[in-house]
């Protein structure tokens, strides 16, 4: 089954950078796109950022646009989210996601079926 | 960017009864090439991750009970648990990817009364 496993969350000071990493299992990695999402403490989900499944593509929210970085390594079946310039805003539990793909149809859906369980950053001084 | 809007923020339902969410978005997320609508639903419990619910606004993902339903096309779209069990007690959020950004709706929270 569907395993996504993020790591590298922690506190970090306003300003500073974070490296987010999301180990995937379960799938063919390399076939699908992958997203993060984020939720705030006590608030609703907001979408961050999605890579294609080659890593050529690749979208951001407005509030991170300029600031954080989303790749991919399909060799080693990871996800990453660099996160520069860091703000108190950015405090939340991020989530990594596969999207769902293209289905029996062949109708391709950005939308995520599977998610992590979330790795908390904490943007304090 | 396409805004969602979901309502009630909350929702109090008796065990048995019937609860209904809505959703509205900003701009059609109807293709007219497919006639499909990109529409998802995702519930969140308490200190878990989302699970997706629904997609193409109304069709229920694998494992998903059968008392979850989801209508709707355009811009008006609504979740309904025909029997409300216990387990169900969660917050809910519509999703467009109709478009990027996939934005998610403020989430609907659904208590037992």
């Known amino acids: 089954q569907v395993q996504l496993v993020e790591s590298g969350g922690g506190v970090v000071q306003p300003g500073r950078s974070l490296r987010l990493s999301c180990a995937a299992s379960?799938?063919?990695?390399?076939?699908?796109?992958m997203h993060w999402v984020r939720q705030a403490p006590g608030k609703g989900l907001e979408w961050v950022a999605v890579i294609s499944f080659d890593g050529t593509k690749k979208y951001y929210a407005d509030s991170v646009k300029g600031r954080f970085t989303i790749s991919r390594d399909n060799s080693k079946n990871t996800l990453y989210l660099q996160m520069n310039s860091q703000r108190a805003e950015d405090t939340a539990v991020y989530y990594c996601?596969?999207?769902?793909?293209?289905?029996?149809?062949?109708?391709?859906?950005?939308?995520?079926?599977?998610w992590g369980q979330g790795t908390l950053v904490t943007v304090s001084s | 960017d396409i805004v969602m809007t979901q309502s009630p923020d909350s929702l109090a339902v008796s065990l048995g009864e019937r609860a209904t969410i809505n959703c509205k978005s900003s701009?059609?997320?109807?293709?007219?090439?497919?006639?499909?609508?990109?529409l998802a639903w995702f519930q969140q419990k308490p200190g878990q991750p989302p699970k997706l619910l629904i997609y193409w606004a109304s069709t229920r993902e694998s494992g998903v009970p059968d008392r979850f339903s989801g209508s709707g096309s355009g811009t008006d779209f609504t979740l309904t648990i025909s029997s409300l069990q216990a387990e169900d007690v969660a917050v809910y959020y519509c999703q467009q990817y109709f478009s990027t950004p996939p934005a998610f709706g403020q989430g609907t929270k659904l208590e037992i009364k």
């Open positions: 379960g799938f063919t990695f390399s076939s699908y796109g």
């Open positions: 996601a596969k999207e769902r793909g293209t289905d029996s149809s062949g109708y391709y859906q950005l939308t995520p079926d599977s």
């Open positions: 701009q059609s997320v109807l293709y007219s090439s497919n006639n499909k609508n990109y």
